[in-house]
């Protein structure tokens, strides 16, 4: 069973944004993990895009998206959400979720029952 659904994907101009939500599936209690987003283009290996403490207490990013995203976690409702702004093209990608492995900064990813991920499209 997955660990989380994916949600809040679409289609945007460049310079727009996007929230995207993660909720958890099933049983998971997501205040148990730190937790991440990651995104894939096909043909091209899963990437990190930000993570989060369990706690909240401490955000990481890659690169690509420092400044423009960011990460945010309410452990009540159980769900992680990631808002992107001033979307780039090269931000196209499906984006999925997932619990963080430690150490929270080197963005690898704890499970490998991913979910069906939501699709972002940033057009020029």
């Known amino acids: 069973q997955a660990l989380a659904v994916e949600s809040g994907g679409g289609l945007v101009q460049a310079g727009g944004s996007l929230r995207l939500s993660c909720a958890a599936s099933?049983?998971?209690?997501?205040?148990?993990?730190?937790m991440g987003w990651f995104r894939q283009v096909p043909g091209k290996e899963r990437e990190f895009v930000a993570a989060i403490t369990w706690n909240g207490g401490s955000t990481y990013y890659a690169d690509s998206v420092k400044g423009r995203f960011t990460i945010s976690r309410d452990n009540a409702e159980n769900t992680v959400s990631l808002q992107m702004n001033s979307l780039k093209p090269e931000d196209t990608a499906v984006y999925y979720c997932?619990?963080?492995?430690?150490?929270?900064?080197?963005?690898?990813?704890?499970?490998?029952?991913w979910g069906q991920g939501t699709q972002v499209t940033v057009s020029s």
């Open positions: 997932n619990a963080v492995a430690h150490p929270v900064r080197d963005g690898n990813w704890l499970f490998d029952n």
């Open positions: 099933g049983r998971t209690i997501f205040s148990n993990y730190a």
